[in-house]
């Protein structure tokens, strides 16, 4: 038995919650992750995991393993990572994104990414729900907004300016607000958040102070791109990231609306697991990533 291999699939296990997920995130087919952590148990002469037909759990055994097991995972991947040559980080990278910077930014710009490491293979999700790192195996997320405590390490990318906006036609037909007031007479399109499972509150800036109000929407949606359809058919007021929108704002698509009462910053970070700190495949993605936003318009250190 491969003694690391074996602590790699039992760390995994426990992570994904299950080992059928777990099989799906190292490529293995479920027998042989099985077969592994009951070798180990073997090996150990005790019970690691106790399994029922959802999920496995950690026996008292079993969780003062699984923390001594992430120790010595990290030192080796310590000490590899000092005698690798850094600049030639390979294998699989899983990535997951929001949907509008993943297409009108992140993407179009990987070419350079994928010329610098040619040995690395890019799996990219993208998505407007947080995904659990941790369970789906993911490598590194982009997360805007307030970030739960979740354990997740997060290198902060910057502040998010974001605007009211409505298209041309929706002003023609409910008129221009010059103040918050004025919102009373408007509606606007929803963003139902994943995260919380609520529609997000229309806020403003204030004296410095944030203020939130209910306007009436007729639709809500749950994914950007939808919002943002939404807002150029003038079905209603929208408050989004400027990041996003500059193009739509420069061509008039789009109108921002209450430049003196815009929304509070937002806050962009990449996240990641701990385990995936020593990773040079992660690094090197990170890096690239925060120095790609933090060039654009809208994102301020």
């Not at 690395?120 to 970030?147: N, T």
């Amino acid at each position: 038995m491969d003694r690391f291999k074996a602590m790699r699939v039992f760390t995994r296990v426990v992570e994904a919650g299950s080992f059928t997920r777990a099989a799906a995130t190292l490529e293995m087919p479920r027998a042989t992750v099985t077969t592994a952590v009951q070798q180990l148990e073997a090996h150990l002469g005790v019970r690691l995991l106790n399994r029922t037909t959802r999920r496995v759990a950690l026996t008292v055994d079993g969780s003062a393993y699984y923390e001594r097991c992430l120790h010595l995972l990290e030192e080796l991947a310590d000490t590899e990572a000092m005698l690798t040559d850094r600049h030639r980080p390979s294998g699989r990278l899983r990535v997951n994104l929001p949907g509008r910077p993943a297409r009108l930014l992140i993407i179009p710009a990987l070419r350079t990414f994928c010329d610098q490491y040619p040995e690395l293979d890019l799996e990219i999700g993208v998505s407007d729900r947080p995904v659990d790192l941790v369970q789906e195996g993911v490598d590194c997320a982009l997360r805007v907004g307030p970030l739960a405590d979740s354990g997740l390490v997060a290198r902060r990318v910057g502040q998010v300016r974001e605007v009211s906006c409505a298209a041309p036609g929706y002003l023609e037909r409910f008129g221009t607000p010059r103040t918050p007031a004025d919102l009373a007479a408007h509606q606007a399109v929803n963003y139902h958040s994943a995260r919380t499972g609520r529609a997000l509150p229309w806020e403003y800036l204030e004296h410095g102070q944030v203020r939130e109000i209910t306007l009436p929407a007729r639709l809500t949606v749950d994914n950007t791109e939808a919002y943002m359809a939404a807002a150029l058919a003038g079905l209603g007021l929208i408050q989004a990231p400027l990041q996003g929108l500059d193009h739509h704002l420069r061509s008039g698509e789009l109108v921002e609306v209450l430049p003196d009462y815009r929304p509070a910053p937002s806050l962009m970070s990449v996240v990641y697991p701990h385990n995936r700190h020593l990773s040079s495949k992660v690094k090197v993605f990170v890096e690239w990533l925060i120095t790609l936003l933090r060039t654009q318009p809208g994102v301020a250190p």
